[in-house]
């Protein structure tokens, strides 16, 4: 069993930074593609970035390029989701997910993600 926690959400001004960790245990962390996904309020779940279990490869949706940055430490079992520039659109609960299927690319689906994390509060405000 694959137990995640996310932590550093919070409350922040538009063009502010936040850093998002989750810290995983239970399972095999350097053999999982991992991913971020948030959900707005009234919105569906959706994927924010995502990383590959080497750390070779990374991918984010379209509205976040180029401001957040996913990255990982096998060594201490650990995914980071570094965001700048944040917009009020950003205001969401985000979750950390572990896709524990091993592989080159990275999914965008939530049902290809077999653990998550109970989720943090990011909020932008004006």
């Known amino acids: 069993q694959v137990q995640l926690v996310e932590s550093g959400g919070g409350l922040v001004q538009a063009g502010g930074s936040l850093r998002l960790s989750c810290a995983a245990s239970?399972?095999?962390?350097?053999?999982?593609?991992m991913g971020w996904f948030r959900q707005a309020p009234g919105k569906e779940r959706e994927f924010v970035a995502g990383i590959t279990w080497t750390g070779s490869t990374t991918d984010y949706t379209d509205s976040v390029k180029g401001r957040f940055t996913i990255s990982r430490d096998n060594a201490k079992n650990t995914v980071t989701l570094q965001m700048n520039s944040l917009k009020l659109e950003d205001t969401a609960i985000y979750y950390c997910?572990?896709?524990?299927?091993?592989?080159?690319?990275?999914?965008?689906?939530?049902?290809?993600?077999?653990?998550w994390g109970q989720g943090t509060q990011v909020t932008v405000s004006s």
């Open positions: 239970g399972g095999t962390f350097n053999a999982y593609n």
């Open positions: 997910a572990a896709d524990t299927r091993r592989g080159w690319f990275i999914k965008v689906g939530q049902t290809a993600y077999d653990y």
